[in-house]
């Protein structure tokens, strides 16, 4: 599958992400996506990436593939597109004969539980963790009721505001009983640090 490898983006299965691509070899792996399976891999870019942007910065090998759901060519050439997270991905090698890197994968199956709702009180944890961070972030967060335990799970590591090395991380948990976990020890520990930085201004 075509591969699209970007610094800050981590996509999740069963996630829209909505993306605009401008550089030239991407709007050649976004034409050709559209003319065959309409999908594309996404990946981070490994710490030092800047140094070979053009060419082939090391990438972390899991990744998720999405399928086009919407495209809109615009006018100087280029895409808006909407991505589905489908399913992740790990990358077994890579071939060099397009201007976008093509990348041979192999599904990593998610451990997704038959039932909608699995999670019970780690939900309503994790619930109430972004409830704090609405809070403190004055930031209006409304998670709906009928939204399933992986959806909830897996829009929250992908919107929340963490470090993309930390999405990252939370995408290659094992399922989504791991991934929720994850997520709360990553939002205790913000909430830790916040109330301790505000602690630190007060007292001084």
């Known amino acids: 599958i075509p591969i699209f490898p970007l610094p800050t983006v981590v996509l999740f299965p069963h996630v829209c992400l909505p993306l605009h691509i401008f550089e030239p070899r991407y709007r050649e792996m976004v034409q050709d996506a559209l003319k065959n399976d309409r999908i594309i891999g996404m990946v981070l870019l490994r710490a030092g990436w800047e140094s ?4 082939r910065p090391p990438i972390y090998n899991i990744g998720c593939a999405g399928l086009i759901s919407h495209s809109e060519r615009l006018q100087d050439g280029g895409f808006n597109i909407v991505l589905h997270g489908l399913e992740k991905f790990r990358i077994r090698g890579e071939r060099g004969d397009r201007p976008y890197r093509i990348a041979a994968v192999e599904t ?3 451990d ?3 039932p909608v709702r699995v999670l019970g009180p780690v939900r309503q944890r994790l619930e109430a963790l972004v409830g704090h961070l609405a809070e403190r972030t004055r ?3 409304r998670i709906p009721t009928a939204i ?3 959806e909830l799970v897996n829009t929250l590591a992908q919107y929340l505001p963490l470090d993309p090395v930390e999405k990252q991380a939370l995408l290659e948990r094992d399922g989504i009983l791991d991934r929720a976990g994850s997520l709360i020890e990553l939002l205790e520990m913000r909430a830790i640090l916040h109330k301790a930085c505000h602690m630190t201004s007060f007292c001084q």
């Open 108 to 110: 990593v199956a998610e």
């Open 139 to 141: 930031s209006d967060v």
């Open 52 to 55: 070979d942007y053009e060419g």
């Open 148 to 150: 399933s335990d992986h």
């Open 112 to 114: 997704l539980p038959a």
